[in-house]
């Protein structure tokens, strides 16, 4: 089996599109068409759309590729791994999150440092409702963040699996440790056919 060398997979992720985390402590801080994330307790970031906003509900709407891991913390993620979940693991869906504290919710704003590098607000909702009722999801290949910013820059990429193949990379395991091996090459070869140019 090929393996995914450290130089080549830390030049991809390079090569993604620059952004940042941005702590969200206000309503104000969130618009349509924004790209969000939550930090989860199992380590993982679940990413978003934001379609609307009703500060005096304290509601956002959004729209996210979900598994049933995140409903469901006993079952989906293992074999969500490597295959797809078609009408079981996961669906693109638009639904509404109540947010009473924004400590708590650990609610974060993906902010690109090139706008050049997004579609408008408008059209990353449109691309998002495009989607909606799709069941393809795949932790490695086709995850909430692979859908968030194909929505927002037109590239399907996720910067939790690079980081994870490029760790994976540079440790040398024994079976069946070795197994994240292929997994990282998985991941590789997953963003790289994901990542297509926007059309401007």
């Known amino acids: 089996m090929n393996t995914v060398s450290f130089a080549s997979a830390v030049a991809d992720f390079y090569t993604l599109p620059r952004s940042h985390k941005e702590p969200v402590s206000e309503w104000s801080q969130l618009k349509r068409g924004d790209h969000i994330c939550w930090n989860r307790s199992?380590?993982?970031?679940?990413?978003?759309?934001?379609?609307?906003?009703?500060?005096?509900k304290r509601r956002l709407r959004v729209i996210e590729y979900g598994g049933n891991f995140d409903n469901n913390p006993g079952g989906g993620l293992a074999?969500?791994?490597?295959?797809?979940?078609?009408?079981?693991?996961?669906?693109?869906?638009?639904?509404e999150e109540e947010i009473e504290d924004f400590v708590e919710s650990h609610l974060f704003r993906i902010v690109y440092d090139d706008p050049e590098d997004c579609y408008e607000p408008e059209e990353v909702i449109e691309r998002a409702r495009s989607r909606?009722?799709?069941?393809?999801?795949?932790?490695?290949?086709?995850?909430?963040?692979?859908?968030a910013t194909w929505c927002k820059t037109g590239e399907s990429f996720s910067r939790q699996v690079k980081a994870a193949s490029v760790v994976a990379s540079t440790v040398p395991l024994p079976w069946p440790l070795g197994l994240f091996k292929g997994i990282a090459y998985t991941a590789h070869c997953c963003q790289n056919s994901n990542r297509i140019k926007r059309q401007t």
């Not at 199992?42 to 005096?56: C, F, N, P, Q, R």
């Not at 909606?132 to 859908?147: A, Q, S």
């Open 132 to 147: 909606i009722g799709e069941e393809e999801y795949n932790l490695i290949c086709k995850n909430c963040e692979h859908f």
């Open 79 to 95: 074999t969500s791994l490597l295959w797809s979940s078609s009408g079981t693991k996961g669906v693109v869906l638009e639904r």
């Open 42 to 56: 199992l380590g993982y970031e679940h990413h978003a759309i934001v379609v609307s906003v009703d500060a005096s």
